[in-house]
């Protein structure tokens, strides 16, 4: 009966890796779910990135796809953009249809428009930097507000048990996927020396913060943002957490808008001390898909190879974070 099939048969993660790419297979399933969701005649273009298969239905509309080996995070995002959709000081995809589809689960949804923030970002002067670092700032306050149901029901059950795990696992994980021994030596002093809040209170988080999943458009003063997408991982847990991410693929060592940035969102100037970057810097170690070695081919060096200039370097607030 497979070989009937118009989508393959994946069950597995090694399976999707395999053909995750391959537009050969997955073509004529993607244009069998666009004629059972009446668009037809429209062109369908995969979108370049992404971890799942994602198509531009025509200008209007967006296809994502997930495997059956992925329906839980299919289920997040479908629940999660109903849940923030008006909600935020910017656009969201609205959830036009959901369904499966011969075992993958697909969303249809709006189509945000704007250019990616990762493309604009070397063109844009410190003024536009600050203007969007204020704005983010203010659309994640407004995202860690959102109540719901359905964040409640969002994993981990047990936040405290979350963090445990992932400090016990941290160097295995780091390990794993090729950290220098150097670096790997230092983590679990570095962890034991930060003190996280236990029991904090938990929010909706995106945890995936970065330029690829933020959309600007021009206007009369110079960018704005236009657009949140891809809340596949998202999750309850700490606030904090979610800086970690976007000290990593925003900020990207640029002090003076990770400060702005967390002012908008609600921070005191107190606040904004010297062991905020290493609490930041913990979570981005603890994070799901945290990846040391891959970040540090990314990101600027630190003056010395330690996790406490990593932190300063990466999530450092600048000269007038003591103003």
């Known amino acids: 009966m497979a070989d009937n099939l118009l989508l393959p048969v994946v069950q597995t993660q090694e399976q999707f ?3 995750r790419r ?5 073509r ?9 969701l009446g668009l037809c005649g ?8 992404g971890s799942m298969p994602v198509y531009a239905v025509g200008e209007q509309h967006v296809l994502k796809l997930y495997p059956s080996v992925y329906r839980r995070e299919g289920d997040v995002e479908r629940q999660v953009l109903r849940v923030v959709e008006g909600r935020l000081p910017i656009p969201t995809p609205a959830v036009r249809q959901a369904g499966e589809f011969e ?3 697909y969303v249809l949804m709006d189509r945000l428009h704007g250019q990616s923030l990762a493309v604009v970002w070397p063109r844009l002067g410190a003024r536009e930097r600050a203007r969007l670092a204020v704005a983010l700032g203010e ?3 407004a995202l860690h507000a959102i109540a ?3 964040i409640d029901a969002l994993g981990p059950p047990d936040w405290d048990r979350f963090v445990v795990e992932q400090r016990a696992s941290c160097v295995s994980r780091q390990r794993a996927s090729g950290l220098d021994a150097m670096w790997l030596a230092q983590i679990p002093a570095f962890l034991d020396s930060v003190a996280l809040e236990t029991s904090p209170r938990l929010v909706l988080l995106h945890t995936e913060v970065m330029r690829e999943h933020l959309l600007v458009t021009p ?5 704005s943002l236009s657009g949140l997408f891809d809340f596949e991982p998202a999750m309850r847990g700490a606030r904090e957490y979610e800086f970690a991410a976007v000290g990593l693929f925003v900020s990207r060592g640029d002090g003076s808008f990770l400060r702005r940035l967390l002012t908008a969102y609600g921070y005191t100037p107190g606040r904004l001390d010297d062991a905020l970057p290493r609490r930041l810097l913990a979570y981005a170690l603890l994070h799901r898909y945290s990846d040391l070695r891959w970040y540090l081919q990314q990101l600027p060096s630190p003056p010395t190879p330690t996790l406490d200039a990593l932190a300063a370097c990466w999530w450092g607030l600048g000269w007038s974070a003591r103003q």
């Open 103 to 105: 075992g993958w689960a």
């Open 42 to 49: 429209l062109d369908i273009v995969r979108f370049a990135d």
């Open 148 to 150: 719901s149901p359905v």
């Open 22 to 26: 391959d537009e050969a297979r997955l």
């Open 17 to 19: 890796e395999a053909v």
């Open 28 to 36: 004529a399933g993607v244009t069998a779910i666009c004629r059972h």
């Open 219 to 223: 206007d009369a003063g110079g960018w």
């Open 139 to 141: 659309t994640l306050a």
